[in-house]
Every structure is written in structure tokens, then in C-alpha cells.
């Protein structure tokens, strides 16, 4: 085992410990395995045993079956104790009432790992539910890892070992880690259709119910593995997402870019919260943030995965987004500038010395100027090589795509393909081939056809989209590298807090506003000076001393939005107004809500001067907590237009945040106002987020936050604890 870091959620505190990363050598790479429930005659262990033994494993391998003396060639054993050796993975396809005792006796033994092939457990019904409860029991005190249960299978093509039926060929071995929440899509979509255009895997996981092992390990593990370049993940769901969020982080960190397709795009239907923040946050908005954080590339569909995965699997990413493309056709050549426009990717121009040299190369037939995209005509394939090497030569540029709007299955399809596999071996940084010309040949042959054999050695695309996504995919996995390793890892902003400085809090409660600022002073956040006042004289008084005009609202843990029913009023100029707007509040408090405690009134600082933000914190079921930013007062409603981000966050987060909103144009100033303290937003949002990810918040809603020239002001708060 390695030692990395990472946190346990326990009972709404954040302690730390050590995140392991598990050694799953024994699943992917087991010297033994031994199959509990083989039999020649049951369906789904047949034709799992039957690829184990045809695919490639060199390793021992034990049928165990109770009914059967013999299958394979091999003597049967009737239980694992039997065994001659303990094996290094336990495969389990049996009824399911079974099964939670023969993995008890395989982790006695001191079998490392368990693939649960065997469904019906919480997936299915209570009695599932009760077995898959006591299967992870198991798992923790037999010290066992479980991949499963309700699981496809695995497969490792580097060590050989196939351990589905439902993987139809050997594995190729390849460097891209598939990790799958879905298991038919595993094997039947992710490897078919990827094996279909020559994409190859070095690993592939379906990861059942998790009763043990989660995505998050799976992407740790193939994350140190020499062999994985990239690693694929489809998500459904996650139960510790920062367990996730951190492997992925650490993944991608280290050089091995994650890209996921995420099921479940669709926003959260409008809950009866208490604040602002709820109605600005959607589901999709939060995977989206997490994804950005731990640094990985989400992808639409599986095409685009696999597309995306060969590139990575292929190329390091290139240094910057500056890329040369060269078209066979000039719409093609078009279409494509529009798609790299579209993607971020820089066209530089060819610089003038290879403009020349390539309008000196005869077969392109070329007169006047060529630009990129370059024109480089149907003429130009039979030159490639030279127009590639001169193209190389400029040093302008760190990828390139050669475009082929020709057939793909000709006798120049033939050169064509020869040339460009020579062109990738002499690529001095990544290239990417589209070739949009016609497959079917006109004959039928055996033989591989012009377009196939280049597949077989690079990626190829066929769709111009698709093309220029996997170039920019390329390009944003470096600048992702870069842009995290400049900050600090989700460990590390899991180190710096301390809930023990958090004040006892009442739960299920809207808090007063002495319990807000407490909170909020407890991390280092002050409030515009408040006083509370319990009768009207007291509230001229209090109202005197702070210094007109001031603002006077009521404090109660039963009135959330204060000016929905009149109980708030600003511009308080005099003492007899305060007087009168004490006895005013009060009346429209106990007329809205008769039963309302009332703790009293507050008189506050009125400022009316910085530019108004709102910073909140919303509750998620998969992420706990959500922080927000946006525009604050009345600019919530009008412009609907916040960021979000999961806590603990870094300062880069936040400045992104901002920037991903009107917030940031505000900030500098308009139309005459003088810029703001944005630093100061800045470290009050890092410090919101820091509570978020201790304090036991449903919801928290600053608005406004008004930031000044030269400090920032919490003017409101709305609390409310959890259970």
C-alpha cells in the first residue's frame, strides 16, 4: 500500500487520515485465481473461465464446485479450503445467499481481493440491501478488497487476464485505464466499439454496487501504473466524491489526464429553501464544478471518450494551444478553423519562409498565398511528406492535423496512409489525422484496408468535430496540469481546518444573528457593527450612537426573508423614526407570523457605498455543501448569474468563481465608479469555504456582501444548521 492524502467524513466533522491507495495487483495481475461457481454448464462462469483461459492468462487457475468433479481439463474442488494454494483472487458467480460467506472464508484464508460477479444484492430489495451490508463488513474485517458485487467483470490486456464473458476478442495491449459505474457499457460499448477502431486499453474495471472498492480507487490505482497514459471513467455516482475529487486531482497532477462521461445532465428541481443560493445551484453546475477542481475533462458520449482517450493514449499534451492544420479541401479547411475558433486553438500564420518553401513543392499546384488552415488541394497527397516537413521545420506550431478529404480505401488511399504513418513517426509534437473520404471499397478483401492499417498505428478520425476535440483535449490536459499544480491539492486545504474552533450551534434552526456573527467571526469574518435592541427607546438610543441614517430589521429565528413582510427597513434617519420603525417591525412580524420568537430588533450601520455580492452556501446530496458567488441585492433575481464551486477552496478557485460572473466587470469599476477590493472578496469567499466544509450548514446566504474600495462588509446574513 501507498500513503497519500485525503479525509473521512465522520458525523459532519472532517478528520483527517490517510488515503490509500489500494494495491489491486491481485484483481488485475493475480498469479491464481480460483472460480467459485464454474461450471461448463452455467452461462454467465463459462464464458467468463473460457476468456480467462483463451485470452491469455499464464497463471493457476481452480475451478470450485461442489456438483462437478472435473471441468477445464482440471480437477474441481467442492470448497476454497481445499485449494492447494491460497490464491490471489477469489471469483465469485454464485447464488447470492452464498456469497457473503464464501468471501468470509476466502479473507480468513487471506485472499487479498474478491470479484463478486453474483447480482441481487442492493440493487435488487431489502433482503439485498441486508447481504451487501454484511458483505462490506466482511470486506473491513477480513481485510479483503471487493470489486463488486452485481459486477461484469475485469481486465487487464497488459497482464493477460480477462475476467468477463462478455468481452468477445483478446485485449490489445493499450494505455487507457477504463473504469466503468455501468457494466454492459464496460465491455459490450466502451471496449467493443473502441476495439472496432483499434483503441486499446491496458485495464477495464466495472465497479457493481462498490460495496469495497469505489471509482475513486480504481482511479488511483491506474493512476500509478506506468502503462495507463489516460484514464476513461463513466460516472453515475458518486458516495465520496472527494475521495473522487482528490484521486482524480493527484491523477491528473502526475501526468495521467481523467476524462469522464457523466450521466444525469439535468438541474435539481426547486427546493422550498430559505435563501437565494438554493435556486442558483443545479445538480449539473456541481458536477461541473467538481470535474473543473480535480482536473477532470468531461466528454459528451462515448465516441468522444474514445476519440479523446487515443489522443492521450498517443501524445503527450502539447506545450500550447498553437496549432498548423493541412487540408486537402479548402471548405474542409474552412469548416475546421471554425472548429478550432470554437475550441480556443490558435492558428498562427505560416511564417513567410514556409509559406515559400510550400509553394515551392510542384504538386500542390498552388499560386499566390497560402494561410492556415493550408490549402493544399487534392494535389497535395501526393507531396506529404515534403509538406510535413516543412511545416515541422517552422518550429511555429506545437500540434498539427493533417486533413484527407479523399477515399480512404484506394490505391492512393494506400500511399496516402503510408505517408501519413511516416509523418506521425517524424511528428516532433502531436498530430492528428482526419480522413473524411469513403470506407466501403469496391471489392471485398481480406487484407486491411489504407485507412485501417494507419488506425491500427494512430488515431483516426473521421468526424472534423471530433478531430479538433481530441487536439483541444490534448491542449487543455496541459494547461489543467499546470493551472493545478500552481495551487495547493485538496489535502492540503483539507489540512488547514479546524472545526474545533466552530461554536456550538443549535440544530435545524435558522440562527439569530448573534449566532451568525459568532460563526462567522469564528473564522475570521467581521460584520457591519449591529446592536439589538428589545423596546423602541432603546432602539433611538442604539440607533444615536451608531450614527445615522442606520438600518433596522427584526431578528428571529422564525423570519428568513425579512422584506417580504416589511420587517426590515433601510435609511433610518432620526431618533423619533427609529422609534417608530421598532414598533413598525415588530407589529408586521407578529402580523405575518403570530407565533414568531422575537429576540428584538437590529440597528445597523447603514453603508451604501461598494458593490453588492452574494455569498452562499446550499446543501447537495452528493457534495454535502456548495459554495456560491454572484451578484448580490436585487442583482440576484435580475441577472440569475452565479458560480459554483465545492469546498474546501483554493484562491484560484475563487478568482475563477468571480470571473465566471458579472461580478468580476463590477469589481474593476463602471461608468466613472472606482475598482474594489476584490483580494478582499477574494479571502472572505476562501474563508465561507473553509466553514462550508466543517461547519453543519444547510444553508448560508451572505447578500448583499458589499465590497469597498478597501475592505469588504458583511451587511446580512441568513443561517440555517443541519440535523
Known amino acids: 500500500f501507498a500513503a497519500a492524502g485525503t479525509f473521512i467524513n465522520a458525523g459532519g466533522d472532517w478528520h483527517h487520515a490517510l488515503m490509500i491507495i489500494p494495491d489491486l495487483n491481485p484483481l488485475f495481475d493475480p498469479d491464481s485465481v480460483a472460480v467459485v461457481g464454474a461450471s461448463p454448464d452455467a452461462t454467465y462462469a463459462s464464458r467468463l473461465v473460457d476468456n480467462l483461459l483463451q485470452y491469455g492468462y499464464e497463471g493457476d487457475f481452480y475451478p470450485v464446485n461442489p456438483n462437478r468433479t472435473e471441468a477445464w481439463g482440471r480437477h474441481c474442488y467442492d470448497d476454497i479450503e481445499e485449494l492447494p494454494t491460497v490464491p490471489d483472487l477469489v471469483v465469485v458467480s454464485i447464488p447470492r445467499e452464498y456469497v457473503v460467506d464464501v468471501v468470509d472464508k476466502a479473507g480468513e484464508l487471506g485472499v487479498p481481493a474478491a470479484l463478486v460477479i453474483s447480482a441481487g444484492f442492493g440493487e435488487a430489495d431489502e433482503t439485498g440491501i441486508e447481504l451487501e451490508t454484511e458483505l462490506g463488513t466482511v470486506a473491513a474485517e477480513r481485510e479483503i478488497r471487493i470489486c463488486g458485487p452485481n459486477c461484469i467483470g475485469v481486465a487487464d490486456a497488459q497482464a493477460g487476464t480477462v475476467l468477463t464473458s462478455t468481452c468477445t476478442r483478446r485485449p490489445e495491449p493499450g494505455g487507457i485505464g477504463l473504469v466503468s459505474q455501468s457494466g454492459a457499457l464496460a465491455f459490450t460499448t466502451f471496449y467493443e466499439r473502441g476495439t472496432d477502431e483499434s483503441t486499446r486499453f491496458a485495464a477495464i474495471a466495472s465497479t457493481g454496487n462498490e460495496v469495497d472498492l469505489s471509482l475513486a480507487d480504481y482511479v488511483d490505482y491506474m493512476a500509478d501504473r506506468s502503462d495507463v497514459e489516460v484514464i476513461c471513467a463513466y460516472v453515475e455516482g458518486l458516495d465520496d466524491p472527494d475521495r473522487f475529487m482528490a484521486a482524480a486531482e493527484r491523477a491528473t497532477r502526475n501526468g495521467t489526464p481523467v476524462l469522464a462521461v457523466k450521466v444525469g445532465r439535468s438541474d435539481i428541481a426547486e427546493a422550498a429553501t430559505l435563501s437565494h443560493t438554493g435556486s442558483l445551484t443545479g445538480s449539473d453546475d456541481a458536477w461541473a464544478a467538481a470535474f473543473d477542481q480535480s482536473g477532470v475533462e468531461r466528454v459528451p458520449d462515448i465516441p468522444d471518450l474514445l476519440g479523446r482517450a487515443s489522443a492521450h493514449a498517443a501524445f503527450d499534451p502539447p506545450e500550447s494551444g498553437r496549432v498548423c492544420i493541412a487540408s486537402t479541401s479548402g471548405g474542409l479547411a474552412s469548416l475546421l478553423a471554425d472548429l478550432a475558433n470554437e475550441r480556443g486553438l490558435d492558428l498562427p500564420p505560416l511564417p513567410a519562409d514556409t509559406e515559400a518553401e510550400l509553394l515551392n513543392i510542384e504538386e500542390l499546384l498552388t499560386f499566390g498565398e497560402l494561410h492556415n488552415p493550408a490549402d493544399i488541394r487534392g494535389y497535395g497527397a501526393e507531396a506529404l511528406p515534403e509538406i510535413a516537413e516543412a511545416l515541422f521545420a517552422a518550429d511555429t506550431y506545437d500540434a498539427y ?114 449566532e451568525a456573527t459568532d460563526l ?113 441585492g436585487t442583482l440576484v433575481e435580475t441577472l440569475d448569474d452565479g458560480a459554483v464551486r465545492v469546498p474546501p477552496l483554493s484562491e484560484a478557485n475563487v478568482e475563477v468563481m468571480i470571473d465566471e460572473t458579472a461580478l468580476a466587470g463590477l469589481l474593476e469599476g463602471t461608468r466613472g465608479t472606482s475598482a474594489v477590493d476584490r483580494a478582499a472578496l477574494v479571502d472572505l469567499v476562501q474563508r465561507i469555504g473553509d466553514l462550508a466544509a466543517e461547519a453543519p450548514l444547510a444553508e448560508l446566504d451572505l447578500n448583499p456582501v458589499l465590497v469597498r474600495e478597501n475592505d469588504v462588509v458583511v451587511v446580512d446574513a441568513l443561517v440555517r444548521t443541519t440535523e
Not at 452556501?617 to 454535502?624: E, P, R, T
Open 401 to 514: 492535423v493533417f486533413a484527407i478529404g479523399l477515399s480512404a480505401v484506394d490505391e492512393r488511399a494506400a500511399r496516402v496512409a503510408e505517408d501519413l504513418m511516416a509523418i506521425a513517426d517524424a511528428a516532433p509534437t502531436p498530430v492528428a489525422f482526419l480522413w473524411t473520404g469513403r470506407k466501403e471499397p469496391t471489392e471485398d478483401s481480406s487484407d486491411p484496408l489504407p485507412y485501417e492499417r494507419l488506425q491500427s498505428k494512430w488515431p483516426l478520425f473521421y468526424d472534423p468535430a471530433r478531430c479538433l476535440d481530441a487536439v483541444a483535449s490534448l491542449v487543455d490536459a496541459g494547461e489543467t496540469r499546470r493551472r493545478l499544480s500552481l495551487g495547493p491539492t485538496r489535502t492540503e486545504l483539507r489540512d488547514r481546518l479546524d472545526a474545533s474552533k466552530l461554536p456550538d450551534l443549535p440544530r435545524e434552526q435558522v440562527l439569530t444573528w448573534g
Open 520 to 632: 462567522l467571526s469564528s473564522v475570521g469574518i467581521n460584520t457591519v457593527e449591529t446592536r439589538l435592541v428589545t423596546d423602541a427607546e432603546t432602539a433611538a438610543a442604539a440607533a444615536d450612537a451608531v450614527g445615522f441614517p442606520v438600518a433596522m430589521k427584526i431578528d428571529s429565528r422564525d423570519v428568513a426573508h425579512r422584506s417580504d413582510i416589511g420587517a426590515v427597513r433601510a435609511k433610518v434617519r432620526d431618533q423619533d423614526e427609529a422609534r417608530r420603525t421598532y414598533e413598525e417591525i415588530v407589529k408586521n412580524t407578529r402580523d405575518a407570523h403570530p407565533g414568531a420568537a422575537i429576540k428584538g430588533v437590529l440597528v445597523q450601520q447603514h453603508i451604501d457605498d461598494g458593490v453588492e455580492a452574494l455569498v452562499g452556501v446550499s446543501s447537495d446530496d452528493v457534495f454535502d455543501s456548495l459554495v456560491t458567488v454572484a451578484p448580490g
